[in-house]
């Protein structure tokens, strides 16, 4: 599902520039991706386009007009407490790279909260940290985003070829 992932941050600027699902399923599948990758792919962006989208109306000019709010506003001084199985499906090094990018402040609360939704529906037990900045960057792409530089370099560069300074 990762490889679709990737294929479709790579090939479409933004998430507003993505085909329809039914039309990128098409597209994947003459790329030579697995019937079974894209449907995972497309369930799990079906879901990403939700969130980001319920994050835009509560947070957009349309919140007024919506009923009570989705999601709570969080101050300053609050914590963010992980639930059981949302550590046992993450695990210590993407619990702490997710607290990392927050505590960098280049992942509000709201796009936290969506990167978590998305890794719980995704596959892997618990998920790779790889995979993690793969749902990192698809939240910041739903959103028509890109991370600044040094983010991006976090997110993309494999930490292994890194001499420390």
């Known amino acids: 599902m990762f490889e679709v992932l990737v ?14 699902l039914q039309q990128l399923g098409r597209k994947l599948s003459a790329h030579g991706f697995e019937p079974e990758e894209i449907h995972d792919a497309l369930v799990w962006l079906d879901g990403l386009h939700l969130a980001a ?3 835009r109306v509560v947070d957009g000019a349309s919140a007024e007009a919506a009923a009570p709010s989705i999601q709570p ?9 992980y639930s059981v199985a949302e550590q046992d499906h993450l695990g210590a090094q993407c619990l702490g790279f997710v607290s990392f990018l927050e505590s960098s402040g280049v992942l509000p609360a709201a796009m936290r909260e969506i990167v978590m939704d998305r890794a ?7 998920v790779s940290l790889d995979d993690l900045k793969i749902i990192v960057l698809m939240v910041y ?3 028509g985003e890109e ?6 370099d976090e997110l993309c560069d494999p930490a292994d070829g890194r001499l420390p300074h």
Do not use: I, K, N
């Open 7 to 20: 294929f479709v941050y790579e090939h479409y600027w933004r998430g507003d520039a993505c085909p329809e």
């Open 73 to 81: 506003v969080q101050s300053a001084t609050s914590l963010r407490v």
């Open 147 to 152: 991370p600044d530089a040094l983010v991006l």
């Open 120 to 126: 719980m529906a995704a596959p892997g037990d618990p």
């Open 53 to 55: 989208q319920s994050a």
């Open 141 to 143: 792409w739903s959103f």
